[in-house]
């Protein structure tokens, strides 16, 4: 049996945890790009605890701004985007990526809130450590969603009733409404959530599965995505039990195919994902368009430094660095780079330098956007110098330790390059 849990309009649910005004009314969480770490004024910020939580691993705690002051830019417009709708706002249309304006012109009465990063990570946290202590196995696949195994701890004929003391649970200890799945299989339990949305507990019987699922949309199902279903499409199948009937074509597609058939007939899903391996790390920002290349390299170097200390907090050492650059007119150009050393700030600042210097090659068009990618982590304990530099990497790396103390301690602000803060 596998239970799937997913948090009512987390965004909104948290702030109404702290304020019972927020409750009843059309509310929504909205989210603007994170430029100020490219401003000269020292901010506190932090790494997400909880990284599965967010895409931006750095936090700034926007909360006490004003509307004005978070969404109204300096030259008056409105901007950002809808990242959480509470049920009241959905019903005037608002959605999760719609423009605050529009929003705002579908419900001119919509509370709109500044983000409150610090409080949504606190809160997961709280929640992922509730459910270690109720549930045997515990994934977590978003800031807001878990999938938890409960073979040989909670029968079938026990399901339901559990499901509805793990959301009272929640509510009461957190104050946070939450949706709950539950199945024989990991995936269907996903799929009992979206049922069991607002607020509620839906069980699927293993004996249930064919005849409830053979009418639902193949685009309900997670992991059946756009291309999958254009693809299906063209074979004329349209729904769960479309795909029930075809199991040979499935099968002939390798493993995307079986998994996706296995999945939705609740054959073999039966194992959750636990303590999964990073592959990347990245950091990014968009921006109104920038001419200066002066300014722009500056910016390389701010997100240089991000990255480095997110790098180091997590332990790694990346071999493979991409930097992507988007122009005005939606023109992206990437370049990569490899190297063999051990990964210290300094030495990837100038990596990233000179690749935005060999990538600029649209000197007359504005920047939008810059993205800096690390991969490729070479296992523990493997070696990864060159023999006549390892002296100077050994020193670079000390170096980085005692910066990154100092960092952890006083912020990432507390110590920068020069050419960080000229302008």
């Not at 985007?81 to 706002?89: F, G, V």
């Not at 983000?115 to 549930?135: M, Q, R, V």
Request: charged share 30%.
């Amino acid at each position: 049996m596998f239970i799937h849990l997913d948090l009512d309009c987390y965004f909104v649910s948290a702030h109404r945890s702290l304020d019972d005004s927020l409750l009843n009314i059309p509310v929504a969480v909205g989210g603007r790009s994170n430029i100020d770490i490219f401003s000269q004024q020292s901010k506190a910020r932090k790494v997400a605890t909880n990284r599965a939580a967010f895409s931006s691993k750095v936090l700034t705690n926007d909360a006490n701004k004003s509307f004005k002051e978070y969404y109204v830019d300096e030259n008056g417009r409105i901007r950002g985007i809808i990242t959480t709708a509470s049920y009241e706002a959905r019903s005037f249309g608002v959605k999760t990526a719609m423009s605050v304006n529009e929003a705002l012109r579908l419900c001119p009465k919509l509370k709109m809130i500044p983000p409150n990063y610090d409080l949504y990570d606190e809160l997961s946290l709280k929640l992922k450590t509730l459910l270690e202590k109720e549930i045997p196995l515990i994934e977590q696949y978003s800031i807001d969603e878990f999938f938890g195994d409960l073979t040989g701890f909670i029968e079938e004929h026990e399901a339901l009733e559990f499901g509805f003391y793990l959301k009272d649970k929640i509510y009461k200890d957190l104050k946070l409404p939450a949706s709950i799945g539950l199945a024989s299989t990991k995936y269907l339990s996903k799929l009992m959530t979206n049922h069991a949305k607002p607020n509620g507990v839906k069980l699927l019987k293993k004996d249930e599965i064919e005849e409830f699922t053979k009418d639902i949309k193949i685009e309900e199902f997670t992991g059946i995505g756009k291309a999958l279903c254009e693809k299906l499409n063209g074979y004329n199948i349209k729904t769960l039990g479309d795909i029930r009937k075809n199991q040979k074509l499935f099968y002939s597609w390798g493993k995307i195919g079986v998994d996706t058939y296995n999945r939705v007939c609740g054959i073999r899903d039966n194992k959750l994902t636990l303590n999964k391996e990073r592959k990347s790390l990245g950091i990014g920002r968009t921006f109104d368009a920038i001419y200066d290349r002066k300014e722009v390299r500056r910016r390389v170097m701010i997100l240089s430094r991000y990255l480095s200390f997110i790098v180091k907090k997590d332990g790694v050492n990346p071999l493979s660095y991409i930097l992507q650059i988007r122009y005005e007119y939606n023109i992206k150009v990437k370049l990569q780079e490899n190297t063999n050393k051990m990964f210290n700030e300094f030495d990837f600042k100038n990596s990233m330098i000179a690749l935005f210097d060999k990538l600029d090659r649209h000197k007359n068009h504005g920047v939008i956007q810059i993205y800096i990618t690390v991969f490729n982590f070479a296992k523990k304990n493997e070696h990864t110098f060159n023999l006549f530099e390892y002296e100077d990497d050994l020193k670079k790396e000390e170096l980085s330790k005692n910066i990154q103390n100092l960092r952890e301690k006083f912020g990432i602000d507390i110590i920068k390059t020069a050419f960080e803060i000229e302008k």
